[in-house]
């Protein structure tokens, strides 16, 4: 059977690929360490990704151009800090207890899906945890915003020719298309997929390994407890960061009935606009096209947002707030909208407010996350409790904090893992431990088995007590 011309041209990429791990495979700690490091920090310095965010800004017109510079500027040094004391290579464990000796074994070619809003910064953070692992890495970048992804690439294999490492450890695909992403897929050793729901849905269908991540659509409940004008500035922050293109952005706030009014006119004091019923309609009706959020609107300001639906908003505000009772299909607003349209609900009792986003993720977003501003723990821990969701963000911009950050402890990252509800692997931020194979020693332990009692612990007497027809 002959190849096609994608599966030939994949293929030259992969061996080249192969070729450059094999060398990598053989570096110690340090050396992977260097290289990572030395990736961050060139791509982090302010007038290369001064660059970088221009370009992608001007290719995509989506987001904002001092998003993604911090992206580049702060973000990326962040999680390195994160990641640079993790063992990648060799021994990384000795558990002299159990007898156990873990080592770090690489995957080999991972396929990185890049998508269009975060074309910038994807293909530093695959590459960089790639690399620490010993894997080689290729990019299969968005067509929308292929030239700033095959640019940053082009950089990090300058930095890989300084560090006296073999450039093709990465590579990206330069006439990028549906067809080659799928090929590269099923060629690669593992996906790193970070995309549209399709894309993440053909990474788990490639007959390979994949690290996909869900769709997002946080849901967000404000109750009586907090300040209202720190609240609204924090809502402001997160959802206003790259003007909404990630995922992590707030899309619902869900508002105790008491201080709903009084919300939302913090809100308007942040550069919120509060649509009336007539603008929702048409909002709604540029808003989607045939089901999908409209590329239209995806990351663009609110005065484009505004000129598309016809409507009149004052040219200083940031972000428009649309008020919903339902959720589902025939609520398009409760979905995720990728754009600087936030909904509003109100709630009275908390249970209502967790229905709500159990309502909210149920039809888009599941497993993802939520967040709430509250100060009462039982509140907190009860969303937590009751919610099919990976993390649950507390007094904090979700945009921001969702995907790691100073302010908090989860690994900082640009891939979030959404469990089984979202139909994903893994039920966390995406990081370094996810990047590699592991290989464990066993040593031989001089202890025998226990009797019963020890087995089954406090409860052996209540278990021994149960009776069944097969053991009369």
């Known amino acids: 059977m002959s190849q096609s011309a994608d599966q030939i041209h994949i293929a030259e990429l992969v061996a080249r690929a192969r070729k450059a791990q094999a060398i990598l495979n053989g570096y110690t700690q340090e050396q992977v360490d260097l290289i990572a490091g030395a990736i961050v920090y060139h791509l982090s310095r302010p007038e290369l990704a001064a660059k970088i965010a221009e370009m992608a800004y001007d290719e995509t017109k989506m987001g904002l151009v001092e998003s993604k510079r911090a992206k580049l500027t702060h973000k990326m040094p962040a999680i390195f800090h994160d990641i640079r004391t993790e063992k990648t290579v060799g021994i990384i464990d000795r558990d002299e207890v159990n007898g156990i000796i873990t080592i770090a074994k690489p995957y080999g070619v991972i396929a990185a899906l890049v998508p269009s809003t975060n074309c910038e910064a994807t293909p530093i953070f695959k590459s960089v945890l790639g690399i620490r692992a010993r894997n080689a890495v290729i990019c299969a970048p968005h067509p929308a915003s292929k030239k700033t992804t095959i640019f940053v690439v082009d950089v990090i294999r300058q930095v890989l020719a300084a560090c006296g490492a073999p450039e093709d450890l990465v590579q990206c695909i330069a006439a990028p298309s549906k067809a080659l992403a799928a090929e590269l897929m099923a060629q690669c050793d593992v996906t790193m997929a970070t995309g549209s729901g399709d894309m993440v849905n053909a990474a788990y269908s490639s007959g390979k390994p994949a690290y996909g991540v869900g769709v997002g659509n946080a849901a967000v409940i404000i109750d009586e407890t907090v300040d209202l004008a720190e609240t609204a500035a924090k809502i402001r922050i997160g959802k206003t960061g790259d003007n909404a293109s ?20 913090a809100l308007e004091k942040e550069g919120a606009y509060i649509a009336t019923a007539e603008e929702k309609a048409k909002l709604q009706a540029v808003l989607w096209e045939n089901g999908h959020v409209s590329r239209k609107v995806v990351a663009r300001p609110v ?12 040219a200083d505000r940031k972000f428009i707030v649309v008020e919903e009772e ?10 995720e909208k990728l754009s600087l349209v936030l909904t509003c609900y109100r709630y009275e ?30 509140r907190i821990l009860q969303l937590g409790l009751e919610t099919k969701t990976s993390r649950v963000i507390v007094r904090q911009p979700h945009g921001v904090a969702n995907s790691g950050s100073w302010s908090n402890g989860l690994a900082k990252t640009f891939s979030l893992g959404c469990g089984s509800w979202g139909g994903n692997s893994v039920s966390e931020n995406v990081t370094q431990k996810h990047y590699y194979n592991t290989t464990r020693i066993a040593e031989p332990l001089d202890r025998s088995a226990p009797d019963d009692e020890a087995i089954y612990g406090p409860l052996f007497g209540k278990i021994a007590a149960v009776r069944i027809a097969a053991g009369a």
């Open 246 to 265: 990630g995922c992590s952005a707030e899309n619902s706030i869900i508002v105790q009935a008491s201080i709903h009014d009084g919300f939302l006119r």
């Open 349 to 378: 009792a908390f249970d209502d407010a967790i229905a709500l986003v159990n309502a909210i993720t149920d039809y888009s977003g599941s497993g993802h996350s939520c967040g709430i501003h509250s100060n009462d723990a039982g």
């Open 303 to 314: 005065g484009e947002i505004a000129a598309l639906a016809g409507i009149a908003v004052p």
């Open 326 to 335: 339902g959720t589902g299909a025939g609520h398009p607003f409760s979905g």
